[in-house]
């Protein structure tokens, strides 16, 4: 019999498989929360979902910094899942967040990633929308010679572009498709809110930067890699070498909301060999850099923490050595996703510090010292999904439980993340 007419279970270690069930059925592992059937990552029905559930349902996702807006008509184009939106300071010094949408036949209003304008005209029929989205022109609304236009009755406040409900925290912007979603603060919880104010200080902000890449797997897989600390380090060379990230460090995996988010906190302890580092084979203890500056951040927070917030189901914050990131996640479908890097500091961050950032910068991005190999592992972890839908990866490292561990050797945040997906898809 085939494999995919049958659903096998890898719990035990000897490779049982359960009862036989029809091509195309779905049903998740009997162990639970150890287990990710793999079908997850390669099922176009159930990505589908995922958009209407998480990403346009009641979710407050990341869209950009106040920074990128400054000044009225300031506006630079963002994504929820896979729709686009335009973000856009109004002529009253808020934040409107607009779906690139016309009202009237649904072309792109927006054709430029980012600008200044008075107003946003559709290039098609030229329909002309205030900042705020609200429709206040329409060429030959009254006809020609007599003829045409609109009817009489055609209310032109009820035609406007979407304008989704927004959220600013310390300079951070977020929106949602849901008028009902939950408040910012409760949606991310008393843990996450206190890190992301950490993370922006309650200070103006500066922009430092961009990087894109397109990376051909599910974007659950992103979600995962920055629930994953037990990976970094051991995939990423740079990291366990240079002390930035490693295992024999203090370190915490902290699953908050239920698992919906997470946090993972490290510390910056230098170049050094231990009884971990010898298990480690990544591990170069003869690699030195002449560029001290790459490898030796200066302090910038009083509880020398390193951390990493994944705030699902849009946004990664990443605070490493002296660079503070936005990784936005962007949908492309099953298979493919795009990964949007926004660099920031400080208004008043002084020369030296805006020097090492920029230069701290280097370990991210598509190139990065660090997120390089990130970018290559997924790719091959998709192509490991692909055509195993009837297998299930195993998530154990750091036992079964979901609670928070104050260590970085499991998979902890994966498995109290999948635990709350279950439940939220209803699988």
Not at 221 to 247: C, Q
Not at 327 to 351: H, M, N
Not at 395 to 415: A, C, S
């Amino acid at each position: 019999m085939p494999d995919d007419v049958i659903a096998e279970v890898h719990g035990d270690g000897a490779g049982r498989k359960d009862a036989q069930r029809r091509p195309g059925e779905r049903a998740w592992p009997a162990e639970g929360w150890t287990r990710v059937p793999f079908w997850v990552y390669t099922d176009p029905a159930l990505f589908d979902r995922e958009m209407e559930t998480f990403f346009y349902g009641p979710s407050w996702c990341y869209v950009g910094l106040d920074c990128e807006v400054p000044e009225p008509g300031s506006y630079k184009r963002s994504f929820i899942g896979q729709r686009q939106v335009i973000v856009v300071r109004t002529q009253e010094g808020g934040i409107a967040v607009l779906e690139n949408r016309c009202a009237h036949r649904g072309s792109r209003v927006c054709w430029q990633n980012k600008g200044r304008v008075d107003s946003f005209t559709c290039p098609y029929h030229q329909w002309n929308f205030a900042l705020d989205g609200k429709l206040q022109g329409i060429p030959l609304k009254r006809g020609a010679l007599g003829k045409g236009g609109m009817p009489p009755d055609f209310d032109m406040s009820q035609h406007g572009l979407k304008a989704l409900r927004v959220h600013v925290e310390g300079g951070s912007i977020w929106a949602t498709f849901d008028p009902n979603a939950p408040s910012f603060a409760d949606y991310c919880g008393p843990q996450i809110l206190g890190y992301v104010r950490r993370l922006f200080g309650g200070r103006a902000l500066r922009l430092l930067g961009y990087n894109r890449q397109l990376i051909p797997s599910n974007w659950k897989m992103y979600v995962e890699n920055l629930k994953d600390p037990y990976h970094a380090t051991l995939l990423h060379s740079f990291l366990i070498t240079f002390g930035l990230w490693r295992a024999d460090t203090q370190s915490e995996s902290i699953p908050t909301e239920g698992g919906k988010h997470g946090i993972m906190i490290s510390r910056n302890v230098g170049k050094k060999e231990s009884a971990a580092t010898s298990e480690i084979k990544r591990f170069k203890n003869k690699l030195d850099l002449i560029d001290k500056d790459s490898i030796t951040p200066r302090r910038e927070f009083e509880d020398g923490k390193v951390v990493g917030l994944s705030l699902f189901p849009s946004v990664v914050l990443h605070q490493q050595a002296n660079t503070l990131g936005m990784r936005q996640i962007v949908p492309k479908g099953v298979d493919s996703f795009e990964l949007c890097w926004t660099y920031y500091g400080y208004a008043d961050d002084d020369d030296e510090m805006v020097r090492l950032r920029l230069r701290h910068t280097n370990l991210y991005g598509p190139s990065g010292f660090v997120a390089m190999e990130d970018g290559e592992v997924l790719v091959e972890s998709q192509q490991g999904a692909t055509g195993y839908g009837h297998r299930a990866a195993v998530l154990e490292m750091g036992g079964r439980e979901t609670e928070p561990q104050d260590h970085m050797v499991t998979e902890v945040l994966i498995r109290s993340f999948y635990r709350w997906y279950r439940e939220a898809m209803n699988l």
